[in-house]
């Protein structure tokens, strides 16, 4: 497989030139997550594509999928509104994250080459990096990086299929609610996990997600007392 990685370690698939309908949903979905376009923002089709220099119809398809996993409400003749973030919702996503993040592992240990895990060795140094400097752009697309990197290794293309709509609603909650003081300990388990998978340790790893799962459980609960923090 030839692939490369862009400047914030995103995996790169190098015989595939992105389509334009990826290029504007990747756009537009970190416009969400970063906040640019806040919960309750209407926005048109025309607007995005004029932002993006990009046309109707790649913008149209970006949408479509950005409404599947709820990000979006698509509204004939008024516009597209930018849906609020739900913690309720968010609990309830990680009790189905939990279980396919542990089957992700076991995936890992079973499949992964070497290139694979020097990948995601590699993704782990970055991201504990972002997490000591409290980067939180380059916190989130390193943590990003790492997910995919994970996934992929995994080699089951339909885990990848479901785990990428989780992983994108799970990223447009932390980037809102995950505070700073927070990045050191979950970057810390993350690197954690990946050491269970490299010394191929089944027990360590899945204990560790255990540990990651019940942290983001806690966090989103107190999420519950406070306003937004971006």
């Known amino acids: 497989m030839s692939a490369g990685a862009d400047a914030f370690g995103m995996q790169v698939d190098a015989r595939r030139p992105r389509s334009l309908s990826e290029t504007a949903y990747d756009a537009i979905e970190q416009m969400i997550i970063s906040r640019r376009l806040a919960p309750g923002a209407m926005v ?3 607007e995005l594509g004029a932002e993006l ?3 109707r119809t790649p913008v149209r398809e970006a949408l479509a999928r950005l409404k599947a996993i709820g990000f979006v409400e698509v509204h004939p003749r008024r516009g597209v509104l930018v849906t ?3 913690i309720i919702k968010h609990l309830e996503l990680l009790e189905v994250r939990r279980p396919l993040d542990e089957l992700v592992a076991r995936c890992v240990i079973a499949r992964a080459s070497d290139d694979d895990m020097a990948t995601l060795q590699a993704r782990t ?3 504990l990096a ?3 400097a409290r980067d939180r752009e380059v916190y989130f697309r390193l943590k990003r990086a790492l997910h995919e990197a994970m996934v992929a290794a995994a080699y089951n293309t339909t885990l990848t299929g479901t785990m990428g709509p989780l992983h994108a609603q799970s990223r447009r909650f932390w980037y809102a609610h995950e505070p700073t003081a927070s990045f050191l300990d979950c970057a810390g388990i993350h690197a954690a996990i990946v050491g269970g998978i490299a010394a ?3 027990e360590r790893a899945l204990a560790e997600i255990g540990r990651l799962f019940d942290l983001l459980d806690r966090m989103t609960r107190r999420a519950l007392d406070r306003q937004p923090l971006v």
Request: a negative charge; glycine letters at 16%.
């Open 44 to 46: 048109s089709e025309g």
């Open 125 to 127: 140094e970055g991201l």
């Open 84 to 86: 609020q973030v739900d």
């Open 53 to 55: 220099a990009l046309g």
């Open 130 to 132: 972002a997490a000591a």
């Open 200 to 202: 191929h340790n089944c």
